[in-house]
């Protein structure tokens, strides 16, 4: 069964302390692995895709990286307005014709000024 | 704004009842996601409509059913309501058949409240 586990549930942070964020999956040929971000009361907020072992991709202070097994959400130097829960979906090769996402449970990531 | 909306933004209703949430993906996007977000489950897909015919189901209950119109816009229609059934219920849209290079577009929900 495919599966996506994040770790951990949740982190605190005091500002400018850098730190990663895991996303472990299980899944039947990976299709693409999607980072978002969510904000309370909100919908989830596309941040990063990465396709294949190797891959990395930055934003501002993110940077995501994905082995054959995992990825993992570097938060360099955070700001309390990173502050949100980070959500990990795969699209799964036994989906290859949809475009279902199973999703993590999600990180909540507080940043303390 | 994400250009996905979904009405209502908050519903209250008693067990047994029924309601419909409504969503309408962003312009030129032909694929319609729903999502189900407890706060024990996380993100759960439920179903997608890809122009008009539905193309994949999830852990969608019997109780639940979705239809995709002419005009692209959707409906999810959530019938016998249960308290388990409280949660944000968001829609999502994405160009083609699959989720694109950047996953899809979420919309801001719809808070379902059963009391």
């Known amino acids: 069964e495919d599966q996506v586990t994040q770790s951990p549930e949740a982190l605190r942070l005091q500002e400018g302390e850098s730190s990663s964020l895991n996303c472990s999956y299980t899944?039947?040929?990976?299709?693409?692995l999607f980072w978002y971000r969510q904000d309370p009361g909100k919908g989830p907020e596309f941040l990063f895709t990465?396709?294949?072992a190797g891959e990395e991709k930055e934003k501002e202070r993110l940077k995501a990286t994905l082995t054959k097994k995992e990825s993992f959400l570097h938060i360099t130097a955070p700001k309390p307005e990173d502050s949100a829960t980070y959500l990990c979906a795969v699209h799964a090769g036994g989906s290859s014709n949809t475009g279902k996402l199973i999703f993590g449970q999600g990180t909540t990531l507080q940043v303390k000024p | 704004d994400s250009g996905v909306t979904q009405t209502p933004k908050h519903l209250i209703t008693a067990t047994g009842q029924r309601v419909t949430l409504r969503c309408s993906p962003r312009?030129?996007?032909?694929?319609v996601y729903w999502y189900q977000q407890s706060l024990d489950q996380g993100l759960q897909f439920l179903i997608q409509?890809?122009?008009?015919?539905?193309?994949a189901k999830g852990n969608i209950l019997e109780r639940f059913s979705a239809q995709q119109f002419p005009d692209l816009h959707s409906e999810l229609n959530l019938s016998s309501l249960e308290l388990g059934d409280s949660a944000l219920y968001f829609c999502a849209s994405s160009p083609g058949p699959q989720s694109s290079g950047y996953g899809y577009t979420f919309g801001s929900g719809t808070r379902l409240t059963v009391v």
């Open positions: 899944v039947s040929g990976l299709r693409g």
């Open positions: 990465l396709y294949s």
């Open positions: 312009s030129g996007d032909l694929s």
């Open positions: 409509y890809y122009n008009g015919e539905e193309r």
